[in-house]
């Protein structure tokens, strides 16, 4: 049975929460209004207060959230900074903006101007929003639990330099960038000094330089986004411990462009992924303990660059299918590790079918390594030149990288679901 004491502990804060409540208030902001401004309603608005804005174009920037709120947009209003400054600084904890239309911020090569900056504030949500050139269109500095989640971002850039990045963050940690469709940016989304955050299911294509881009971070996850059609599709740079997971890499095609880029990073994961018509689907220098494991290469220029500085990767239950070269690389010598592969070029057999190929295959061939330094002899890749290169290297198999071999191919394309 409960104690009266007890008892009336327990109403008491009971109605400490019923009050708290109450006092919450709601705004609603209408154009023809009496709150018609959204600039008011923040002046009027207390600790843990809603703002419901109501469909319409509301031309204000600079709106400056220094207290937890809560915005909400209902039917899709639009709020238009006319080629200006940002539309929501936001510099408080405890944040969601919700279901809004923002558009036209001003290109600045002074300001990183963005639709919606965070500064300094933990456990922000920005959810369901479109942005139409923004510039920037999300900027999150020095600021950690936070998620960006189910938005719309899509610029206008036409050249790098007058171009920002769609969501971009700058020094944070435990942060969550989950479903957006980004395009037409200069990077889709950018991490730096970024540690212990999730980047999940997102559609990243069209971007002038990077679907995603990596500097500085640490411990962090992308699974299950679509880098498609971008200059080149992910960087990770100077990093460590990244895991990349069941992610897409499609169709980044140009002079220099890739699927993902692995540049003085380590002890990370690559499994699961598909990269399907890149110019080259991995491209590694200065990679190390990297396991890269039941990934896709498909129809790729090159499917994998691993230079000779990168060391004790593990190249594992992949399958190489349709790619113009398998593996390319600047060195003599392999410090890493390829086994049980499946690749399409193999020309062996399994004559005590065990599903292995009988002798071991070698995936850099010498016309690789040719148009590696002569670009242009890729026009006599289907010449009669490049079957001759390919006996004489089946006869002379040192004019090639000794030790660069799958030892253990597979005869069949392995499941990687």
């Known amino acids: 049975m409960m104690k009266p004491g007890f008892f009336l502990l327990w109403l008491m804060a009971f109605f400490l929460v019923l009050t708290h409540e109450l006092e919450a208030g709601t705004f609603h902001v209408k154009k023809g209004s009496s709150l018609d401004t959204i600039q008011e309603a923040v002046a009027l608005a207390s600790a843990g207060d809603t703002i419901f804005i109501y469909e319409g174009t509301y031309l204000e920037n600079q709106l400056v959230i220094s207290i937890p709120l809560t915005l909400i947009g209902v039917n899709k209003p639009v709020i238009d900074s006319q080629g200006g400054d940002e539309i929501f600084i936001i510099r408080a904890d405890q944040v969601l903006i919700q279901g809004l239309t923002l558009q036209n911020i001003g290109i600045s090569h002074l300001k990183d101007r963005a639709a919606i900056r965070i500064v300094e504030a ?49 020094k944070g940690s435990q942060m969550e960038v989950i ?66 997971v069941k992610n897409t890499f499609e169709e980044n095609w140009g002079g220099s462009s890739y699927g993902i880029l692995l540049k003085e990073i380590s002890d990370g994961l690559m499994a699961q992924n598909t990269f399907i018509r890149n110019t080259i689907g991995v491209y590694a220098e200065g990679a190390s303990r990297i ?127």
């Open 122 to 170: 933990k456990n922000v949500t920005i959810d369901k929003n479109i942005l139409i050139n923004t510039f920037f269109g999300i900027y999150l500095q020095n600021s950690s639990q936070c998620r960006v989640q189910n938005n719309t971002i899509r610029g206008e850039a036409y050249d790098e330099v007058n171009a920002g990045n769609a969501i971009h963050i700058w």
């Open 291 to 417: 396991k890269i494991e039941k990934n896709d290469f498909i129809n790729n220029g090159k499917a994998m660059d691993i230079k000779g500085n990168c060391i004790d990767n593990e190249i594992l239950a992949n399958n190489f299918i349709g790619n113009t070269f398998e593996v390319l690389t600047n060195s003599r010598s392999n410090l890493n590790h390829f086994e049980g592969n499946y690749w399409a070029q193999y020309k062996g057999y399994d004559l005590d079918k065990d599903g292995i190929g009988d002798f071991p295959h070698r995936p850099v061939n010498l016309f690789a390594l040719i148009t590696d330094k002569i670009p242009a002899a890729n026009m006599l890749l289907h010449s009669f030149l490049v079957n001759a290169l390919d006996m004489a290297e089946r006869m002379f198999p040192e004019i090639i990288p000794e030790h660069l071999s799958d030892e253990r191919p597979r005869i069949k394309p392995l499941a990687n679901d």
């Open 179 to 244: 479903n957006n469709h980004l395009s037409h940016h200069r990077d889709g989304i950018y991490f730096e000094f970024v540690d212990q955050s999730l980047i999940h299911s997102n559609i990243s294509q069209d971007n002038m330089r990077y679907g995603l881009h990596f500097m500085f971070s640490n411990y962090d996850t992308y699974e299950e986004n679509t880098f498609q059609r971008n200059g080149a599709g992910v960087a990770v740079m100077f990093s460590k411990h990244i895991k990349m």
